[in-house]
C-alpha cells in the first residue's frame, strides 16, 4: 500500500508559458511519473532543459501561437 500511496503524491500537473524575442507564446503541460523503481529512488526530476526533457518524464507541447 505504502507504493501505492507514494505513486498517487509523485503525479503532478505542471503548465507553463514562456514568451520568445519575437512575441511568440509556448505553453508546456508538464506531467510527472514516478520511475521503475520509486519504492526505492521516488520519483522523477521535473526539470526541463532547453524543451527537452532531463530523464525520466513526458513533455508535451500543447500550443504554439503569436503575431
Not at 19 to 33: K, N, P, R, V
Not at 41 to 64: D, H, Q, W, Y
Request: with cysteine; hydrophobic share 30%; glycine share 8%.
Amino acid at each position: 500500500m505504502r507504493w501505492i500511496e507514494r505513486f498517487k503524491k509523485c503525479k503532478q500537473k505542471v503548465r507553463k508559458q514562456y514568451e520568445d524575442a519575437l512575441g511568440h507564446t509556448i505553453q508546456l503541460d508538464y506531467t510527472s511519473h514516478p520511475d521503475m523503481s520509486a519504492k526505492r529512488n521516488g520519483c522523477f526530476s521535473k526539470s526541463f532543459k532547453a524543451f527537452g526533457l532531463v530523464e525520466g518524464g513526458r513533455l508535451k507541447m500543447t500550443s504554439i501561437f503569436g503575431p
